[in-house]
Structure formats: structure tokens, C-alpha cells
């Protein structure tokens, strides 16, 4: 099985920056898909970043554009949101989401997995 850690949220104040890292584990033979959602309390979540190796098409909220970076590291099993100007409508907890072709047995098996998320606060 795989899963994902997030790491990096707290709380800021207007303006300042934050970066979010994901880290997945397991038996992974390659990550082709990875996002960062935001869950708002009684809301439904919403996509902030998204990226696939598969023609390499990155995609961002029109709210954080600008603003948020989606990246990962060279290794490809960490991935992170970079967030600069935060505002006090940022303040979420935020999730990290892949999807992971990862080795069960003698067979590679794709799935999405979601990491537990990270709460991050903007002060005004």
C-alpha cells in the first residue's frame, strides 16, 4: 500500500508565505498524478494545484494563480505546495492527493491516494 504524509501548515498572517510538502511511501513504482485539494468546514473540496507526468499539464485554481506553485522533487515521491501573498480566504485544511502505480505481489496496481491534510490559518 502507499501513503501520503502532509507537512507544513500553520498559521501566518496576510501576506506571508508557506510551503506545503507531501511525502508518499510504499512500494511505488511511479507517481503520474499529483494535486493539492482544500476541505473548508461544510464545504466540499475543491481542487487548488494539480500536475500529471502524462503530458505534463499543470493546473491551478483562478484563486491561487499566480500565487501557489505545484513542484516536485527530483526522487519524484515528494511533492509540495508553494504558497506566496496568502489571504485570509487561503485558510483551509489542505490535502494532498496522487495517483501511484505501486507494486502488490507480482503485479503493479494503480490507485489514488489522499493524504490526511494539513490545516492552514491566514491571520488578517
Known amino acids: 500500500q502507499v501513503q501520503l504524509v502532509e507537512s507544513g501548515g500553520g498559521l501566518v498572517q496576510t501576506g506571508w508565505s508557506l510551503s506545503l510538502s507531501c511525502a508518499a511511501s510504499?512500494?511505488?513504482?511511479?507517481?503520474?498524478?499529483m494535486g493539492w485539494y482544500l476541505q473548508a468546514p461544510g464545504k466540499q473540496r475543491e481542487l487548488v494545484a494539480h500536475t500529471s507526468s502524462v503530458g505534463g499539464r499543470t493546473i491551478y485554481a483562478d484563486s491561487v494563480k499566480g500565487r501557489f506553485t505545484i513542484s516536485r522533487d527530483d526522487a519524484g515521491n515528494t511533492f509540495y505546495l508553494e504558497m506566496k501573498n496568502l489571504k485570509p480566504e487561503d485558510t483551509s485544511v489542505y490535502l494532498c492527493?496522487?495517483?501511484?502505480?505501486?507494486?502488490?505481489?507480482?503485479?503493479?496496481?494503480?490507485?489514488?491516494?489522499w493524504g490526511q491534510g494539513t490545516q492552514v490559518t491566514v491571520s488578517s
Open positions: 510504499g512500494n511505488i513504482r511511479r507517481i503520474t498524478v
Open positions: 492527493n496522487a495517483g501511484v502505480t505501486y507494486k502488490t505481489g507480482t503485479e503493479d496496481v494503480f490507485d489514488n491516494f
